[in-house]
């Protein structure tokens, strides 16, 4: 005999699928994260390493994490952003000392962060973080293709002569020397997205996708 479910029942059968998608997407999310470790993987968080250079080499989303590897002659500030433009140490958001600190990005925006020795900062030894809420692959502009190179210009054949008169030497006749026309280069093409940056964003699409379906379909029962 079948039983037909009652709506209360319904309802806490909906939002248990709804919180088991929901801490799925939230696994998912932390198991595509990366780590990023400051300076790497030639330098660190010191004044020699480029610091500026290895920040715009990078993209950062929401997920991963930044590793601070220092000697016990330095540390990690966060900081506001006018004290990160003026290097000023007195009021940071947190201090990090551990030689070793892990730092979530756990939200989308701008973070700053110095070290606290004096001169250090001044030094270069600062990073702006940009993070973002999700990784999409870099548009692609399609190159203008070449334009074709003009046929070069040449002369008009002789018209064939008539007979030679007698005694007179004969006139090859000159076969025309048309250049065929040059066909036009195929169009370049721009480089395709990084694979790594691209699966994981239409991964997360189709996830996104996926769980606003089946919650279409739960709200209909």
Known sequence: MFIKPTPTARKMAVLRTLVGLA????????????NYTVGGPTGSWDSSTDLQTWVASQKFVVGDNLIFQYTPNHDVLEVRKADYDSCQTSSPIQTYNNGNTVISLSSPGKRYFICGTPGHCSQ?????????ATSTPPATTPSTPPSASPAPETSPSPAKSPKSAPGSPSSPDVPSTESPGTSPSPSGLSPPPSPSSANRSSFQTSLTLGFGLVLMMLLAL
Do not use: F, H, K, N
Request: charged share 10%.
């Open 23 to 34: 801490a799925t997407a939230m696994l998912i999310q932390l198991a595509m994260a990366a």
């Open 124 to 132: 270069g030894m600062q990073i702006e973080i940009d993070t973002l």
